[in-house]
């Protein structure tokens, strides 16, 4: 969380104004200057490129690539040839392309105007000295920054000391960016929309991370509360972190393992580092996504290895392919619904098409059976309302050399449940036995429970998983499970808080799973809470009536 | 003179020009690591080679520049049109076809960029 005053950054004005003089150097002078400086940028990224990261040094590569291009090179030539300086005719140039991708309409390549106006940023600053990177570096203290998108190289020239958090229009920032910031401790929210880069200047703004709220000239009463909370958590965070490597056990003596939460092969960067137990959900749409066929078996083998060789632990929960008619792929036929958050989504839509079930099933299977392979796949079922889903999964499983043996010992492969629907909360006494673990899923139990859309502004309030009508569905689901023997995880924005940690204890959740930023949190708020206490104020949430009591507990004044 | 894939190409007298359709398979289609394998190679030789994007009827591109085979907006699935024109045309087209064909690795196609 940071508080400060806004300040809007504009990486590259567009299109330039031809303001500098007319260069008293000659063009083969300038053309030199720009040769020298693409050579030093070069010889940054061949730096940059050694770091021990495959994935972020490729991006390096793929950036001296860009600084070679023909195509900026020659824009490049021309304008110098024209008689303007090498800094104009670079800004010049990489302005027109990042133009030129931003304008393409397929927008993973209308998103790659980021490299080249990074590759463009190294040029200029080494061209004039003056520039953003200072631009960046000179913030007064407390600056909120508001930007269209930062590029790492923006973000190497951040400091704490001065920037108070970020907040970017655009929507997910390129992977080292989130790195850099989060390594900084700088709060960073995005995807927040352009209207907030026309906000004026200077106002106080407070940027809370955990809930990905910015909120613009706080009333003194709000303000006073964010500055006690900001050093209450400041504490918190530095002892969390100075222990995020150490296990999680309460002061009753209970271990809780802390998972995190993976979208993408990327996202394996960012954990190493949070103290994560295990992966406690992989989200596998990125591998099903954005293509003409759905993955094979053998290339879904690979990428579920690639993730559990560089993973925390021991534990890999997989979740099914989870896509319904709002995400469709263009391999399965094309389904109109009205409402497709109660159509054919989830398990529903893998029972349709069994080919798909089968060979995902069967590439965890594989993966569980390999020798290199030491750990514990946990196969987790999402959407389920119905019990009979659960006993085709199991059929589907059951007839898959292999399963059966793996199964058996004790652990290597497990089947779990997604419970997000209330049908399968109020009927998990009946699918406890059947299965392996439980993981709760509290964003769309509370959408689905209080039958409100968490993306409608108009209603997205209503859909608090701290509602009442939630909790007694989460304990309602954590009874079965503790009657069954089995591990109740809970997943979940709720879940990462860790002011409400205590709460779910309480429930009988035994396991959480969360975003990498807040695993250490949540260990230490596990090592802070004691059972008794815990299940005590957990009985007194059962018996509120609306959520604001269930925050007042949490949050006493 | 359009053949599906390299193979026995006519050779006209003068200047070397061979063309090839290729099918990018990359899942993630021909995002910014796969095009510089392109780039890297497509280098490699004196011929001038240019790249359109059948699925999208783009224009033609210049395959020795990463920025504008990124114009192309290659998805998997889509057909690329290769044409090039040079001493060394045949084979920078074996060269590029074998690129295109080789299954591509996950670790490469799952990248960040």
Same mark, same amino acid.
């Given at each position: 969380m940071g508080i400060g005053r806004l300040y809007t950054y504009t990486p590259l004005p567009h299109p *330039?104004?031809?303001? %500098?003089?007319?260069?008293? *150097?000659?063009p083969a002078q300038e053309w030199q200057r720009y040769l020298d400086a693409r050579q030093k940028v070069d010889d940054e990224l061949a730096q940059l490129a050694k770091i021990d990261n495959s994935l972020v040094a490729d991006i390096f590569r793929v950036h001296q690539e860009i600084l070679h291009d023909r195509l900026l090179t020659d824009a490049v030539r021309a304008a110098i040839d024209r008689g303007i300086s090498a800094a104009t005719a670079t800004q010049q140039a990489s302005s027109d392309l990042v133009q030129m991708f931003q304008n393409l309409s397929d927008d993973y390549f209308a998103s790659r105007a980021v490299d080249i106006r990074d590759v463009g940023q190294r040029l200029l600053a080494h061209l004039n000295g003056v520039s953003l990177a200072r631009q960046l570096a000179a913030l007064p203290p407390n600056t909120v920054l508001l930007a269209e998108d930062l590029t790492p190289f923006d973000a190497t020239h951040l400091s704490s000391d001065s920037v108070a958090g970020i907040v970017l229009a655009? =929507? /997910?920032?390129t992977a080292h960016t989130a790195i850099l910031a989060r390594s900084l401790g700088i709060p960073l929210i995005c995807g927040?929309? =352009?209207?907030?880069?026309h906000l004026p200047p200077g106002q106080l703004a407070i940027v809370d991370g955990l809930q990905g709220r910015l909120i613009v000239e706080p009333d003194e009463e709000l303000l006073e509360s964010y500055v006690q909370t900001r050093q209450r958590l400041l504490a918190f965070r530095i002892t969390a972190e100075s222990h995020s490597h150490e296990a999680a056990t309460t002061l009753d003596g209970r271990r809780v393992l802390v998972h995190v939460n993976i979208n993408?092969?990327?996202d394996m960067l960012q954990? /190493? #580092?949070?103290?994560?137990?295990?992966?406690? +959900? +992989?989200? *596998?749409?990125y591998l099903f996504q954005e293509r003409t066929t759905p993955p094979a078996v053998e290339e879904q083998i690979e990428a579920y290895r690639l993730i559990s060789q560089q993973m925390p632990g021991e534990i890999l929960t997989v979740r099914l392919l989870d896509i319904g008619g709002d995400k469709?792929?263009?391999?399965l036929p094309q389904m109109t619904e009205s409402n497709p958050f109660l159509g054919v989504r989830g398990i529903r839509l893998l029972l349709q098409h069994p080919e798909l079930l089968r060979d995902q099933l069967q590439a965890l299977v594989s993966l569980s059976l390999e020798s290199s392979f030491t750990g514990v796949v946990r196969i987790l079922v999402p959407m389920? =309302?119905?019990?009979v889903e659960v006993y085709r999964v199991l059929e589907v499983l059951d007839s898959i050399p292999g399963y059966r043996e793996e199964h058996r010992r004790e652990g290597r492969l497990q089947v779990g449940l997604m419970i997000e629907v209330p049908a399968a909360a109020l009927l998990a006494d009946r699918v406890a036995p059947l299965v392996d673990f439980f993981s709760i899923g509290t964003n769309d139990l509370a959408q689905y429970t209080l039958a409100a %859309?968490?993306?409608?502004s108009a209603v997205a309030? +209503?859909?608090?998983?701290?509602?009442p009508s939630v909790l007694r569905l989460i304990a309602m689901t954590c009874q079965a499970g503790n009657v069954a023997e089995i591990p109740i995880s809970i997943c979940g924005?709720?879940?990462?808080?860790? #002011?409400?940690f205590p709460l779910l204890f309480g429930l009988g959740v035994t396991e959480v799973s969360v975003v990498a930023p807040a695993v250490p949190l949540v260990k230490e708020a596990v090592r802070q809470t004691d059972g008794d206490a815990a299940r005590r104020l957990a009985a007194n949430a059962l018996r509120t009536s609306r959520a604001q009591e269930v925050h007042r507990l949490l949050h006493p004044e | 003179m359009d053949k599906p894939d390299p193979g026995a190409l006519p050779a006209p007298p003068a200047r070397q020009e061979h063309s090839a359709t290729v099918t990018v398979r990359y899942p993630q289609g021909l995002h910014l690591r796969a095009s510089r394998d392109v780039v890297r190679v497509a280098s490699q030789y004196a011929a001038d080679i240019t790249a359109q994007n059948l699925s999208r009827s783009s224009e033609q591109v210049d395959v020795k520049s990463i920025l504008q085979l990124m114009?192309?907006?290659?998805?998997?699935g889509h057909v690329l049109h290769l044409q090039a024109a040079g001493p060394d045309a045949a084979d920078a087209l074996d060269a590029l076809c074998a690129l295109f064909h080789r299954p591509p690795s996950l670790s490469s196609s799952t990248a960040g960029c």
């Open positions: *330039t104004q031809p303001r %500098d003089v007319e260069p008293s *150097t000659s655009g =929507s /997910a920032p927040v929309g =352009s209207a907030i880069l993408s092969q990327e954990i /190493a #580092s949070s103290g994560a137990d295990g992966i406690g +959900l +992989l989200r *596998t749409e469709p792929v263009r391999y389920v =309302s119905k019990i %859309d968490r993306v409608n309030s +209503l859909a608090s998983p701290l509602d924005e709720m879940a990462g808080d860790p #002011s409400i | 114009q192309l907006q290659a998805r998997q």
